[in-house]
């Protein structure tokens, strides 16, 4: 049966109802943005198979979270690009839950495997984790840093700030640097990145940052995403650079290159039907 559909409106500012072109200045980071504005609306029941989270532009109109959301959201005042996070998995917790690429819209929806919720037994989520919207690591092609094909999802993002956040919110975030994960033998990215608005994101731009401003998470991060499918009898993942973060340069480098993936393949129709995804 389904629940009670309750909309959620995720914005910077829940008072802001039209959205214009500002600067802002909020733990001395200075923002040129304009924040994506949209309600997510839930069906189906909790911890269940047949829960769903849509997501709905101000019209009301169905939109798609890999799609319709754009990938950014315009610069800080340094220049530095902000990023648009989709957060699917809020820190603390455990259940396995993405964006659908096949379902109509692409609602986010929990990961199952032999009809059963998938969970991450090895540990909780230490951070927000998530995707970039318009973005697409193919499987067909090869990744020149990892010399593997790419997984078929959207980039994921590893959120490390202080927010827990709620699953179906969209955040702006800044890139830190991009951790190179192979995982049964496909290249599967995260890119490490931070919440604009989090008290120390005016001071952390690079790996070494992070480490400075958040002593031993960086190892935290890596020990999690190379040991968490153990628990499943499944080998250690691997990482390309010997597993070390890269800057926020060489990640923003690997977003341009999923995001001109993902408009290669809204421009080939055959593929994305080769792939059964919702367009």
């Not at 340094?78 to 989709?86: A, D, E, K």
């Not at 005016?202 to 153990?230: A, Q």
């Not at 129709?269 to 080769?274: A, L, N, V, W, Y």
Request: proline share 5%.
């Amino acid at each position: 049966m389904l629940s009670r559909v309750v909309r959620r409106r995720f914005t910077e500012s829940s008072s802001r109802v039209n959205v214009m072109k500002q600067v802002r200045s909020l733990h001395h980071v200075a923002l040129l943005t304009t924040p994506f504005v949209s309600n997510v609306v839930p069906s189906g029941t909790i911890k269940t198979t047949s829960y769903k989270l849509h997501f709905e532009n101000e019209q009301g109109k169905k939109i798609s979270p890999w799609h319709d959301i754009p990938l950014t959201s315009g610069n800080t005042a340094t220049g530095r690009p902000v990023y648009n996070f989709v957060c699917e998995i809020p820190r603390t917790t455990q259940h396995k839950l993405e964006v659908n690429l096949k379902e109509e819209n692409n609602p986010i929806m929990y990961d199952t495997k032999n009809g059963e919720i998938r969970t991450i037994d090895y540990h909780p989520y230490l951070f927000n984790y998530g995707y970039f919207p318009q973005t697409w690591e193919d499987p067909e092609v090869e990744d020149t840093h990892t010399n593997k094909i790419g997984d078929g999802d959207p980039i994921d993002v590893v959120d490390v700030g202080n927010y827990t956040l709620d699953t179906g919110d969209v955040k702006m975030v800044k890139i830190i640097g991009a951790l190179a994960m192979i995982d049964e033998g496909e290249t599967d990215w995260k890119i490490i990145a931070i919440n604009v608005y989090d008290p120390v994101a005016n001071k952390v731009n690079e790996p070494e940052d992070l480490e400075k401003h958040k002593p031993g998470l960086i190892s935290s991060i890596v020990n999690f995403f190379r040991m968490y499918k153990t628990v499943e009898g499944k080998p250690e993942n691997e990482f390309a650079f010997d597993g070390e973060i890269q800057g926020s340069e060489f990640a923003q480098s690997i977003i341009e290159e999923n995001n001109a993936n993902w408009k290669k393949l809204v421009e080939d129709k055959s593929k994305s039907s080769k792939y059964g995804y919702s367009m």
